[in-house]
């Protein structure tokens, strides 16, 4: 048995305060927003709008802009917070937990959807942002944008138009539309209805080099489909269990996913980094702003990198879309083919 002096409280004291400095520094950096996204700020009455323009992929690995999964919810005091697995095409143990749940008749699918449990699909591409009025230092400025269904609605509705209207190509630098974010309050919730692209096709600068400037400074967005920068399906499991241990009876799941009959996790993936791209907030109250979301189904073409492709970025020496380069802009075709 370990003797107790006052010597060594006051050692294990010391170190307990370092010990908590570290785990709060981890977690105070954990979730803090990537300063390379840009989000419109939502004032009380859900009016805004913002103007940008939707930038290609100028490194070519992967299409203008690509689909997470995601879940994010709160179980007692403490948060799930997480991309998933099946972004990469990979089994996810918080999916296979609210699949479970969901056909369960004693929980169920709207109890599920109730606690916020749900799959989140977003998507993220390079844009240029053209008109920030209540943040003007963004004009200017190539930022990642984070947008769900209702935007990408907007974005295969000029991409692949129904009945015969005409494709929009919205990544061309030199004849694309701008894109005007449009934002109301209906029932409570805020909504990007109204959103639209311009009906005028212009460059996105008045030269041929300020154009090729803005192509580099996209972000190459194979870093968020990469696998090495998902967690494991081991990680995933171990964070969701400590979880879902703060179910309360009746509230939610109370047994953690030891008992949730999971098959056997796939071979583990190094850890990488990852982002947060943050949420919309209010501007009045500083909460998370209510956004409708929903699901999208993508096909898993669209999480493969074009053909040829290492997934390494490449150094953008011509304009997107120019025949001398390697690079090219992914016109309506693409989706045509893998978004049917």
């Known amino acids: 048995m370990v003797e107790i002096t006052l010597d060594s409280l006051r050692q294990d004291s010391q170190e307990a305060v370092d010990k908590a400095n570290e785990s709060l520094d981890q977690q105070n950096t954990k979730y803090k927003p990537d300063p390379r996204f840009w989000k419109p700020i939502i004032p009380t009455d859900g009016n805004s709008e913002y103007v940008v323009r939707f930038l290609p992929n100028a490194h070519g690995t992967t299409p203008p802009f690509v689909p997470i999964h995601k879940f994010q919810f ?98 061309d630098l030199e004849a694309g539309p701008n894109f005007i974010i449009r934002t109301k309050k209906q029932n409570g919730m805020v909504n990007y209805l109204d959103s639209k692209f311009s009906t005028e096709l212009k460059p996105i600068a008045d030269t041929q080099d300020g154009i090729l400037e803005i192509a580099k400074q996209t972000v190459d967005l194979y870093e968020f489909i990469n696998p090495d920068n998902f967690k494991s399906y081991e990680e995933l499991k171990a964070q969701l269990d400590n979880v879902m241990a703060n179910a309360l009876p009746g509230t939610t799941t ?64 011509e304009l997107p879309g120019d025949s001398t380069g390697t690079n090219e802009v992914v016109d309506a075709s693409f989706f045509e083919n893998n978004m049917g």
């Open 74 to 171: 709160k179980v007692g005091n403490t948060w799930y917070i997480n991309n998933s697995r099946e972004t990469i095409g990979e089994k996810d143990p918080c999916n296979e937990l609210t699949m479970k749940d969901s056909n369960t008749p004693s929980i169920g699918r709207d109890e599920v959807r109730k606690q916020g449990r749900m799959r989140k699909t977003v998507n993220i591409a390079n844009i240029l942002v053209i008109q920030d009025r209540v943040n003007p230092g963004n004009e200017g400025k190539v930022m990642l944008y984070e947008f769900t269904r209702q935007i990408l609605d907007k974005v295969q509705e000029a991409i692949k138009p129904n009945y015969d209207e005409k494709p929009i190509n919205i990544f």
């Open 254 to 317: 109370a047994n953690t996913t030891a008992n949730a009959g999971f098959g056997n996790a796939p071979a583990q993936q190094p850890q990488g980094g990852s982002y947060n791209a943050g949420v919309d907030t209010n501007q009045s109250t500083g909460q998370p702003q209510s956004t409708p979301t929903a699901d999208f189904n993508y096909p898993d073409s669209l999480n493969d990198r074009p053909a040829g492709h290492t997934g390494k970025g490449t150094e953008i020496t």
